[in-house]
C-alpha cells in the first residue's frame, strides 16, 4: 500500500469514527481523542488530517451530502412512471440511513447547525421531489386539484417527520414504515387510474438494503472528490 493509499484510508477512517461518535454523544459531546482512538490513529494524525473538531464535522457533513445526492440524482433519471419513482427513491433514502451512520450523522449535524454552517444538506432531496412531482403532473399521474407544489409539501413534511422520528427509532425507516405511508398518500397524490399500478413497498427487492450500504461507503471519497449538499 503506497503512502498516499494508506492516507486515504485514514482520513475515511476518521470520517466513519467521527460519525459514529456525533451519533451517539453529540457534536459538542464528541472528542477528538475518541475519534482517534475510535479510527485506531493517534491525535496526530487526526490533526494532519483535520485542524479542529469543526473540520471533522464538515467531512462527514460532505460525505453525507455525495450519498444522498447519489439517490437523488438516481431518482430524477429514471425511466418510468414519475410517481413510483418518487416512492422507490424514499426507500432508497430510508434504506441508506439505515445501512450507513456516516449519512445519519451527517444530515443531524446539519440540522443542529453545528459550529454556525449554512450548508443545506436536502436541498437535494427538495429539488429531487419537487422535480418527480413536476414530471407527474406533465405525464398525468397527478390526481386532479393536486398541484405539485401541495403534493411536494405533503411528501417533503413526511419523509423528513419520519428521518427525525427514527433518531429515537429506527423502526420508522423499516420498509412496512413507508409503506404503510405511501399506502394513505397514494390515493390522495396519485390519478384514479394509477392507484392499483402503483406499489407503495417499492419496486426494489429486499437485497437491494445490503446495496445501500455499499453506495453509502462509495461516498467517502478523498478531499477534492467529495461532492456537495443536500437538505
Known amino acids: ?5 494508506r492516507a486515504v484510508r485514514t482520513r475515511l477512517a476518521l470520517i466513519r469514527s467521527a460519525a459514529e461518535q456525533f451519533e451517539a454523544r453529540g457534536y459538542v459531546r464528541a472528542s477528538l481523542a475518541e475519534i482517534s482512538a475510535g479510527a485506531g490513529v493517534s491525535s496526530g494524525a487526526l ?5 479542529n473538531k469543526a473540520a471533522v464535522a464538515e467531512a462527514v457533513e460532505h460525505a453525507a451530502a455525495r ?12 425511466d418510468g412512471c414519475a ?40 436541498r437535494e432531496w427538495r429539488e429531487c421531489v ?24 405533503v411528501v417533503l413534511a413526511a419523509t423528513t417527520g419520519i428521518e427525525v422520528l427514527a433518531r ?4 420508522w425507516l423499516a420498509r412496512p414504515s413507508l409503506t404503510d405511508l405511501w399506502h394513505l398518500l397514494l390515493p390522495c397524490v396519485a390519478a384514479p387510474q394509477l392507484a392499483g399500478a402503483l406499489d407503495p413497498a417499492g419496486t426494489e427487492p429486499d437485497h437491494a438494503q445490503a446495496d445501500a450500504g ?18
Open 67 to 78: 450519498a444522498l445526492r447519489q439517490v437523488a440524482v438516481r431518482g430524477r433519471g429514471g
Open 83 to 122: 410517481l413510483q419513482r418518487l416512492v422507490d427513491v424514499t426507500h432508497h433514502v430510508a434504506r441508506l440511513l439505515c445501512a450507513d451512520v456516516v449519512v445519519r450523522a451527517g444530515l443531524r449535524l446539519n440540522a443542529e447547525a453545528v459550529a454556525g454552517r449554512v450548508r443545506d444538506l436536502r
Open 130 to 153: 419537487h422535480e418527480l412531482l413536476a414530471e407527474a403532473e406533465r405525464r398525468g399521474e397527478l390526481a386532479a386539484g393536486m398541484p405539485p407544489h401541495r403534493s411536494s409539501a
Open 47 to 51: 490533526h494532519f488530517h483535520f485542524a
Open 1 to 5: 500500500m503506497t503512502k498516499q493509499d
Open 168 to 171: 429515537e427509532d429506527p423502526g
Open 214 to 231: 455499499g453506495e453509502a461507503d462509495g461516498a467517502l471519497e478523498a478531499p477534492g472528490r467529495v461532492g456537495l449538499a443536500l437538505r
